[in-house]
């Protein structure tokens, strides 16, 4: 079994994961769209159960993205109302777990009672340290680096800080993203070869792994596959071989 050749030593602290394939799972069944994304509740457990098990301590799920919001109303409403019964329904698991939830995103635009389960969740979880699950909801790397963009200008006109003090570290801490580490390990599922807006910043030095296995289908076994491949490469952060060694 791969999770006996993980080396836990050198595991990726934050692993971030577009969950893709939900659809096109429920249509090779016959089925709505929305049938999918239920589906997809139970590989959210499987990789957070699997992610604290190995001892992982951050994981970043891209949950619903600023551009789902073009979706057809009624999937938008029934991914809203899946999400507000999965956070609801799943804060005992998370205490069982030990695991802590927090969420990056537009806080604004999320409807109340979506906001009102995710506030009670993570108030309930906040404790917790074993691992910190990130739910992406309403989120893009885009909105967050204008968002940020903005707060940092309003500072620099009112004059709380100066033009000089705009660097890579102040632009890190203005994000919806400062708490946790950048991801070293992002994971798409369903084949696709993109990124999509999902934490630009971040991922400059991350690696990207890529897999055809549909979300809804996506077990602890392919998520070790991952932490495998992502532990065979040479992570050189622009320098050569040869300096790393
Ligand atoms: C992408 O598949 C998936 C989403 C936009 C939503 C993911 C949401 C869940 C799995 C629900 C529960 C999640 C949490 C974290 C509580 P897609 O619809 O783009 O699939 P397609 O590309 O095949 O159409």
Known sequence: MSKEKIDKNRLPKHIAIIMDGNGRWAKEKGKFRIFGHQNGVKAVREVSEGCAELGVECLTLYAFSTENWNRPKIEVNALMTLLVKTIKGETDTLMKNGIKLDAIGDRSTLPVDCLRELDEAM???????????????????????????????????????????????????????????????????????????????????????????????????????????????ERRFGKTSEQLA
């Open 123 to 233: 108030e309930a979880t906040k404790d917790n340290t074993r691992m910190t699950l990130i739910l992406a909801l309403s989120y893009s790397a885009k909105w967050d680096i204008v968002n940020a963009t903005r707060i940092i200008a309003q500072k620099a006109a009112s004059g709380e800080i100066s033009i000089d003090e705009v660097n890579e570290d102040l632009i890190n801490k203005t994000l919806t993203t400062h708490k946790y580490p950048h991801p070293e390990l992002m994971i798409r599922t369903s084949g696709e070869l993109r990124i999509s807006n999902f934490l630009l910043w971040e991922i400059a030095y991350s690696e990207l792994y890529f897999t055809t296995v549909l979300w809804p289908d996506y077990r602890k076994e392919h998520l070790y596959e991952a932490i495998l491949d992502f532990q065979s490469r």
